[in-house]
């Protein structure tokens, strides 16, 4: 089982990343996929999760922090997950994961998101 993240990088406030998540080992249809964040000196925060649904759906919820700005999607031909993000703040910087509901929880290594002007 295997997770990584890409994607991420310096943007200026008000601008977009789309993040991806590849895995390996398993289904991403299969399982809840969610994407998480951490800077430093706070606990890692749930952003987004997509629940399993193998017939491409699957629901979504999002912190509130991020509604109306960030999607996440799944793209089950590719066994990936997404987390598109508009409209960003200086205060969604951090470092972004993805993990995986299986039998245990599977961490990717994240990717680094950066707003500032």
């Known amino acids: 089982v295997q997770l990584v993240e890409s994607g991420g990088g310096l943007v200026q406030p008000g601008g977009s990343l789309r993040l991806s998540c590849s895995a390996s080992?398993?289904?991403?249809?299969?399982?809840?996929v969610s994407w998480y964040r951490q800077v430093p000196g706070k606990e890692r925060e749930l952003v987004a999760t997509i629940h399993r649904g193998l017939r491409g759906g699957g629901t979504t919820t999002y912190a509130n922090s991020v509604k109306g700005r960030f999607t996440i999607s799944r793209d089950n031909a590719n066994n990936r997950v997404h987390l598109q993000m508009d409209s960003l703040k200086p205060e969604d910087t951090g470092l972004y994961y993805c993990?995986?509901?299986?039998?245990?929880?599977?961490w990717g290594q994240g990717t680094q998101v950066t707003v500032e002007s």
């Open positions: 993990k995986a509901s299986l039998w245990r929880d599977a």
């Open positions: 080992g398993f289904a991403v249809s299969a399982y809840d």
